[in-house]
């Protein structure tokens, strides 16, 4: 039975781990050791996610099969270059391991996402896709949201094509 918490800072370990491996599952071959190691230090490390946990700028919601963490959706203040609506929030980061894709999980934490973004007076989700993630881009598309716009996201010394997406609630 799959059970839905939100995250505290004793979770900080595991969850990098597996911020990393779900990471390293989809984007792993994409980018030169370096570039990865760089990328998975900075927004997984005690700095960047860990760090997050106890920050009341950030919320991070987990899904948890068995004790162990399979998925996880973190929301906070959007921090995309440009000018942004007072009532907008960042969905940040939405992994699922690949063994739970298609059971429902993403589904369950995106309706958190949504329930989250309202109960703090969000009137719109905004996150970044990479351009090639075709199936990501067709779970948003299903939820409603739309492209509107490109983003440069660096991993590393890698600058890859993303669309920022948003979702009028």
Known sequence: MIVYRDARAADALPLSAMARQSFIETFGTLYSESDLTTFLDDAFGVNGLAAQLSDPDFTV???????????????????????????AIELYQFYVLGPWQGHGVAQEMMDWAIRHAREHGAREIILSVYVDNHRARRFYERRGFEEIGAYAFRVGETIDDDRLLRLVI
């Open 61 to 87: 919601r987990l899904a948890i099969d068995s004790g162990a963490i399979i998925g996880f959706a973190k929301m906070g203040p959007v921090t995309f270059p440009g000018e942004w609506r007072p009532d």
